[in-house]
């Protein structure tokens, strides 16, 4: 089943915008740039919405302007206006348990904490939807006392940046085939370091 909806997952405001919750704006404005898609405040969704063409199939691109914990207002306005399954979609998210540099693509499972998952959960019926995960790294893992609520909101050290970066740029490169449905194929080369 290809996938019709890529959802970039962050926090709205100029204030939010170089902070670790946002790493999913950040791939979505990437694709954005390089389908040569322009995102534009769409009030149907609450969000920044584009159509783009990802190797030659059509593809919805967006960015709720909910704050992360309202997520699923705009996913499920957009998945129920164009009957979108939840196996048609993917959600790129910040992941605190992958340190920064890692990327990794799974199907389904727990919101792990993670309120922006839980609340599209809560809109699409189900956990069934594919999910690209951006490690950010955990305040424990990279040895800072901040609080997680603190951590995801605060911009990430230059080294940290500039790994989570490059795994942005290797889900880039997988793209197409996520967007193809063949996820085995980009599972393995996303995931092989």
């Known amino acids: 089943m290809p996938i019709r909806l890529i959802v970039g997952l962050g926090n709205p405001g100029p204030e939010y915008e170089q902070t670790r919750h946002n790493a999913g ?7 954005a740039n ?21 190797a030659g199939q059509e593809v919805y691109l967006l960015e709720p302007l909910t704050y992360m914990n309202r ?12 009957k979108i399954n939840a196996d048609e979609v993917l959600v790129v998210h910040d992941e605190l348990d992958l340190m920064p540099g ?21 809109a699409l019926g189900t956990q069934d939807y594919w999910r690209l995960r951006l490690g950010i790294g955990h305040p424990r893992s ?4 901040q609080q997680v609520a603190d951590f995801v909101l605060h911009r990430p050290r230059r080294e940290d940046q500039e790994l989570i970066e490059r795994a942005i740029e290797k889900a880039l490169l997988v793209m197409p085939q996520i967007v ?14």
């Open 142 to 145: 990279l040895n800072l006392a």
């Open 34 to 54: 390089d389908s040569g898609a322009r995102l534009q405040r769409e009030t149907r969704y609450n969000a920044m919405y584009a159509k783009a063409s990802i």
């Open 71 to 82: 997520s699923g207002q705009s996913v499920g306005a957009l998945c129920r206006f164009f």
């Open 102 to 122: 890692t990327a990794r693509l799974k199907k389904g499972g727990s919101a792990g904490g993670h309120n922006g998952l839980k609340d599209i959960t809560a």
């Open 25 to 31: 704006f950040w791939l979505v404005d990437n694709l």
């Open 180 to 193: 193809k449905g063949e996820f085995p194929a980009a599972t393995m080369k996303l995931h092989t370091d």
